[in-house]
Nanobody
Framework: QVQLVESGGGLVQPGGSLRLSCAAS????????MNWYRQAPGKERELVAT????????NYADSVQGRFAISRDNTENTVYLQMNSLKPEDTAVYYC????????????WGQGTQVTVSS
């Protein structure tokens, strides 16, 4: 059974840090681009960060550039999102996504983890 399970969310004060983890099971992430999305109440889901299958390239939304860092450990079948200098506008449910496009598209999603930035 294919699963992505996020963890590490919670309540943090502005300026604080959190590290999200996304553990995959039922498939190997090594051939997938891995992404973190987020969705705030009343807003559309947005792409926050992406990392290529080998980890050789990363991209970030302008709103998190310089504050967030995505990484992956293919041996542990896990992807991470280090979030620093958190702001109230970072409050959202964060989702892990695995994506691969070949002769078809593979697209897997986690259930999400809540991140709340508030004093």
């Amino acid at each position: 059974q294919v699963q992505l399970v996020e963890s590490g969310g919670g309540l943090v004060q502005p300026g604080g840090s959190l590290r999200l983890s996304c553990a995959a099971s039922g498939f190997t992430i090594s051939t997938y681009a891995m992404n973190w999305y987020r969705q705030a109440p009343g807003k559309e889901r947005e792409l926050v960060a992406t990392i290529t299958s080998t980890g050789g390239s990363t991209n970030y939304a302008d709103s998190v550039q310089g504050r967030f860092a995505i990484s992956r450990d293919n041996t542990e079948n896990t992807v991470y999102l280090q979030m620093n200098s958190l702001k109230p506008e970072d409050t959202a449910v964060y989702y892990c996504n695995a994506h691969k496009r070949s002769w078809k598209i593979w697209d897997y999603w986690g259930q999400g983890t809540q991140v709340t930035v508030s004093s």
